[in-house]
């Protein structure tokens, strides 16, 4: 069974950073897609960032340049590292995982995803 558990939200203000993790158990880590999402309150959930089962990333535009994807296979744990938080940024944040050989790109929309942890909230202040 599929079990993903989220850690490291919290609040910071803004300009700061934060490292999300995300533990997997109950597959192999190194053969899935994995990918953060979003959801602030009142919207849709979105996708953040994804790392294929090679290693490849993709990100969407808004966190580019700020928030980065890695994963690491012995532990079996998937990270988002943000930095230069902004207001924006503030929603609960969600991992996400597929069996799929899909392509980083794919794996940022959401539909795409069979399992989900239950998410960690991340506020930034002004």
């Known amino acids: 069974q599929v079990q993903l558990v989220e850690s490291g939200g919290g609040s910071v203000q803004a300009g700061g950073s934060l490292r999300l993790s995300c533990a997997a158990t109950?597959?192999?880590?190194?053969?899935?897609?994995m990918g953060w999402f979003r959801q602030a309150p009142g919207k849709g959930r979105e996708g953040v960032a994804a790392i294929a089962w090679d290693g490849s990333t993709s990100y969407a535009d808004f966190v580019k340049g700020r928030f980065t994807i890695s994963k690491d296979n012995a532990k079996n744990t998937l990270y988002l590292q943000m930095n230069s938080l902004k207001p924006e940024d503030t929603a609960m944040y969600y991992c996400?995982?597929?069996?799929?050989?899909?392509?980083?790109?794919?794996?940022?929309?959401?539909?795409?995803?069979?399992?989900w942890g239950q998410g960690t909230q991340v506020t930034v202040s002004s």
């Open positions: 109950g597959f192999k880590h190194s053969m899935y897609g």
């Open positions: 996400a995982a597929t069996p799929l050989a899909l392509t980083a790109w794919q794996l940022l929309l959401e539909w795409r995803h069979a399992d």
